[in-house]
C-alpha cells in the first residue's frame, strides 16, 4: 500500500553559518528499500557544526543536520525485511549492507552500497523525501540520517535494530561519538591489556576511547586537552593522567613533552580533534619501533597531513577509523548491551537534555566548549 507523506518539525539548514530554521517538512513515505522513522533523541555532534561552518566539501544546503539519533519505525517501503513499523532503531552513517564487495571483506566496517549517494545528501535512488513546507522545496539529506528531524527517511542498510528495553534517549549516543571511540580503541587499535596511551582531545569521541582503553586493560591513559573542564570526566571514564598543551614550556614540542613522560613514546595515540598539526604531534609521540597512531578527527576540506617519512621507517603506524570500525547492524545490540549491563557507560556524556525547538542552544554549547552532548527530544 501506497503510505502519505507526514508534516512535521525540522530544524533546516537554509545556509552555512546561519542558525538553523525550525519550521514544518514534508516527509514523504519510505520507498524501495527505505524506513520512515520518528526521531526521538538526537544529540548534536562537532561534525554537525563543522558541516555546517561550509568546511565539509560535501555538504550541500538547505539540508537538515543531524546524525546521532534513535527512534521507531513508523513505517517502512517495498522490499523491506529487517524492521518493521515499531521498532527501535539507531541510524547509521556508516551502513551495513552485509552484500558489497567492503561487507563481504571483513577488512572494514565501510560500506559502499549507499555511500556516494548519501555524500550527495540524496536518498539511494537519486532523490529526496523532505520538503520545506514554507516554499516547497526540496531539501537535502545529511550524512543518510538527518535526524534533526521529527521524521527522517533513511535506507535499510542505515538502521540498526535494536532492543525496546533501552532508552533511546541515552543510547542515541551510539550513532556516533561513544561508539567511534570505544570502537577506534577496542577494534582499530586493538588496545592491549598494559599499554600506554595518548588520548588528544576530551570530547565525546576521545572521552570514549578512554573508556575502550580503559577496558581493554591498559596501564596509563593521557588525557590531553587544553580545557581543563574536561579532565574530571576524562579521569572518571579511566584517565590516569591529565595534561593540558599549555603548560608545556617553551622551546619543548607537545610530542617531546609527553616521549618524556613515557619512556620513549605511548604505545597507541589518538587524534580526536581534526587537527592536522595535532595529527603529526600524535604520531610522532608513538613509540618507536611498534607505536600506532589512530586518527579520528575530522579535519576541513584540503588540509593534509605531514611528517618524516623515517617516523614510519622506523617503525610507527599511521592509521584511521570512521565509526570504531563498527558494522553498526550487527554490533549495536551488543553496545546496548554492555550499557545495560554497566560496562560501558553513556550516561556520563550526557551533560544535559533540551527540547528539540532549542537545538540551536546545543550548538552554542558545543561550540564553547561547555557540553559533551545534548541530548535534544521532540
Ligand atoms: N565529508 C567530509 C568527511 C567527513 C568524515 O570524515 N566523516 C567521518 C564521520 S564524522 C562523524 O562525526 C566518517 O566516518 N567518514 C566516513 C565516511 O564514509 O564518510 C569531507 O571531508 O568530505
Ligand atoms: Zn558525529
Redesign the pocket.
Known sequence: HEGRPITCRAAIAWECNAPLSIEEVEVAPPKQGEVRVRITATSV????A??LSG?????ATPAILG??GAGIVESVGPGVTSVAPGDHVVAL??AECRTCRMCKSNKTN?CSSV?TT??QGLMPDGTRRFTAKRNGEAIFHY?GCSTFSEYTVIAEVSCAKITPDAPLDTICLLG??VT?GWGAALKTAQVEKGATVAVFGLGA?GLSVIQGARYAGAQRIIAIDTNPSKFPLATKLGATETFNPKTVPEGKTLQQAIIEMTDGGVDYSFECVGNVQLMRTALECAHKGWGQSIIIG????GEEIATRPFQLVTGRVWKG???GGVKGRTELPGLVELYKKGTLDIDSFITGTLPFAEINHAFDLLHKGDSIRTVLSF
Open positions: 555532534c562537532h561534525t554537525d563543522y558541516s568546511r565539509d566539501g560535501e555538504f546524525h546521532e552513517y556508516t565501510l555511500r548519501q555524500g550524512m556516533c561519538g567511534t569521541v575530522v579535519a576541513g576540506a577509523s570512521a565509526f
